[in-house]
């Protein structure tokens, strides 16, 4: 990370930092707790740093929101306007981190940017709160969980599923449906699909100029230098590799991540996986898939279909099956004496809020994933990513977190950064 232009005089975060560096063993709180200044006094206040589509949703009204950060003039006019008082604008997230009034960064730049950010929200003392998908690669997964727990930062990300997985995770807990298990994720039981098609890439662009208003340099960041084109940024964004992976990086941690929560995997992945897909794969632009196997080290398999390429082999199965029974949504159970067995289980943890979390700094049962689900859960994509690019089979340790003996699925599962950005 490149913070040779900025050096801030020792204040709690440089404090903090320093205690870190130092193998201090500390614990972050917000600023309201030290007695910040805060109106009303139990208020978590936030920075907003990308405020396109998105980071609208984030941007509340000021002194809830004290900051917001975009590389676009008037994206940023646009979020100073919306939270109104006297939040204060920047072009330069940098800048942001190094207010002390601060408790929280939400950070719903484009997935590039996601996991750099974070690092460095939390290495000057803030909490994050970061959009999907949590990284962009798995290298930065396994450093943005080193940061975040280093740093003794509270972090969730942006999904909505967890909440709605929570019977299916009883029911799973409860080994009622037998072993090994089946999931299959189709358009049926992901309302919102994948958006392949909407979120695929153009192969033609021909460059532009870059419009007056946008830092096109400090919006690409850590990717690499490419000519301007304006189907690479803002929403469409996702359709380029570069940027994140697709209407896969777009949806997929919704979906994906309730089902490693609710096979109790939040903290391993499959040890295979294959695409079906058009190959080659378009270097630059994201293309279409059909379907996406996975597989685990105790048999669990993990089907995903597009239904946008290929043909529909998972339409009319369940969600969720097992040799002694099957799972088809909501409350929905083959045999329906299931549901009359399961109530001798015990319920799952409650999810607390992102607001316990920073409050308490519990942050193992929230109805959003911390630092480790999101890693791994978002690990998923990507696989299933390298797997498309690369037209093959791979073989996946999760325990070390790599491929194995497979030195050009390794090399996509870290790429380089444009300097002077790096992990």
Same mark, same amino acid.
């Given at each position: 990370?490149?913070?040779?232009?900025?050096?801030?005089?020792?204040?709690?975060?440089?404090?903090?930092?320093?205690?870190?560096?130092? *193998?201090?063993?500390?614990?972050?709180?917000?600023?309201?707790?030290?007695?910040?200044?805060?109106?009303?006094?139990?208020?978590?206040?936030?920075?907003?740093?990308?405020?396109?589509?998105?980071?609208?949703?984030?941007?509340?009204?000021?002194? $809830?929101?004290?900051?917001?950060?975009?590389?676009?003039?008037?994206?940023?006019?646009?979020?100073?306007?919306?939270?109104?008082?006297?939040?204060? *604008?920047? /072009?330069?997230?940098?800048?942001?981190?190094?207010?002390?009034?601060?408790?929280?960064?939400?950070?719903?730049?484009?997935?590039?940017?996601?996991?750099?950010?974070?690092?460095?929200?939390?290495?000057? *003392?803030?909490?994050?709160?970061?959009? $999907?998908?949590?990284?962009?690669?798995?290298?930065?997964?396994?450093?943005?969980?080193?940061?975040?727990?280093?740093?003794?930062?509270?972090?969730?990300?942006?999904?909505?599923?967890?909440?709605?997985?929570?019977?299916?995770?009883?029911?799973?807990?409860?080994?009622?449906?037998?072993?090994?298990?089946?999931?299959?994720?189709?358009?049926?039981?992901?309302? /919102? *699909?994948?958006?392949?098609?909407?979120?695929?890439?153009?192969?033609?662009?021909?460059?532009?100029?870059?419009?007056?208003?946008?830092?096109?340099?400090?919006?690409?960041?850590?990717?690499?230098?490419?000519?301007?084109?304006?189907?690479?940024?803002?929403?469409?964004?996702?359709?380029?590799?570069?940027?994140?992976?697709?209407?896969?990086?777009?949806?997929?941690?919704?979906?994906?991540?309730?089902?490693?929560?609710?096979?109790? $995997?939040?903290?391993?992945?499959?040890?295979?996986?294959?695409?079906?897909?058009?190959?080659?794969?378009?270097?630059?632009?994201?293309?279409?898939?059909?379907?996406?196997?996975?597989?685990?080290?105790?048999?669990?398999?993990?089907?995903?279909?597009?239904?946008?390429?290929?043909?529909?082999?998972?339409?009319?199965?369940?969600?969720?099956?097992?040799?002694?029974?099957?799972?088809?949504?909501?409350?929905?159970?083959?045999?329906?004496?299931?549901?009359?067995?399961? $109530?001798?289980?015990?319920?799952?943890?409650?999810?607390?809020?992102?607001?316990?979390?920073?409050?308490?700094?519990?942050?193992?049962?929230?109805?959003?994933?911390?630092?480790?689900?999101?890693?791994?859960?978002?690990?998923?994509?990507?696989?299933?990513?390298? /797997?498309?690019?690369?037209?093959?089979?791979?073989?996946?340790?999760?325990?070390?977190?790599?491929?194995?003996?497979?030195?050009?699925?390794?090399?996509?599962?870290?790429?380089?950064?444009?300097?002077?950005?790096?992990?």
């Amino acid at each position: 990370m490149d913070h040779s232009s900025h050096t801030p005089a020792l204040s709690r975060r440089g404090f903090l930092g320093k205690a870190a560096l130092a *193998g201090a063993t500390f614990q972050i709180v917000p600023s309201y707790v030290l007695g910040g200044p805060r109106a009303p006094s139990n208020m978590i206040t936030r920075a907003v740093i990308g405020t396109g589509g998105m980071g609208m949703g984030h941007v509340t009204a000021y002194p $809830k929101t004290l900051a917001v950060c975009d590389v676009d003039r008037n994206h940023l006019a646009n979020a100073v306007k919306k939270a109104g008082g006297d939040v204060k *604008g920047y /072009s330069d997230w940098r800048e942001v981190l190094e207010r002390d009034d601060i408790d929280t960064v939400h950070v719903p730049t484009p997935p590039h940017w996601h996991a750099l950010i974070s690092m460095a929200a939390a290495q000057a *003392g803030k909490d994050v709160y970061s959009e $999907k998908p949590a990284t962009h690669t798995i290298a930065e997964g396994k450093a943005l969980v080193d940061t975040i727990e280093r740093y003794g930062a509270v972090y969730q990300v942006n999904t909505w599923g967890r909440g709605r997985a929570y019977f299916m995770r009883k029911l799973v807990a409860s080994g009622l449906l037998g072993t090994p298990l089946k999931v299959c994720l189709n358009p049926k039981y992901c309302a /919102s *699909g994948f958006k392949i098609k909407q979120w695929s890439g153009k192969t033609n662009l021909v460059p532009q100029a870059v419009p007056a208003e946008l830092d096109y340099d400090m919006w690409l960041g850590p990717a690499p230098v490419k000519p301007y084109h304006p189907h690479r940024v803002h929403r469409s964004f996702r359709g380029y590799w570069d940027y994140d992976e697709g209407g896969f990086g777009d949806m997929g941690q919704h979906h994906i991540d309730p089902i490693q929560y609710a096979l109790g $995997k939040d903290d391993t992945g499959p040890v295979e996986i294959e695409a079906a897909a058009p190959w080659p794969q378009h270097p630059d632009a994201t293309g279409l898939w059909g379907t996406i196997w996975m597989r685990y080290a105790d048999g669990t398999t993990l089907t995903i279909e597009s239904w946008e390429w290929g043909e529909k082999t998972t339409e009319g199965k369940p969600l969720l099956e097992g040799p002694n029974g099957k799972y088809w949504g909501g409350a929905t159970v083959e045999p329906a004496g299931l549901l009359e067995e399961l $109530k001798r289980f015990p319920d799952p943890p409650r999810q607390q809020s992102w607001e316990h979390a920073v409050k308490t700094r519990e942050n193992v049962h929230g109805g959003k994933p911390n630092v480790r689900q999101a890693h791994r859960s978002a690990t998923l994509l990507h696989l299933a990513s390298i /797997s498309v690019r690369l037209g093959r089979k791979l073989a996946w340790d999760p325990a070390r977190e790599e491929f194995v003996s497979d030195a050009e699925a390794n090399r996509l599962a870290n790429p380089p950064m444009r300097g002077p950005w790096h992990l």
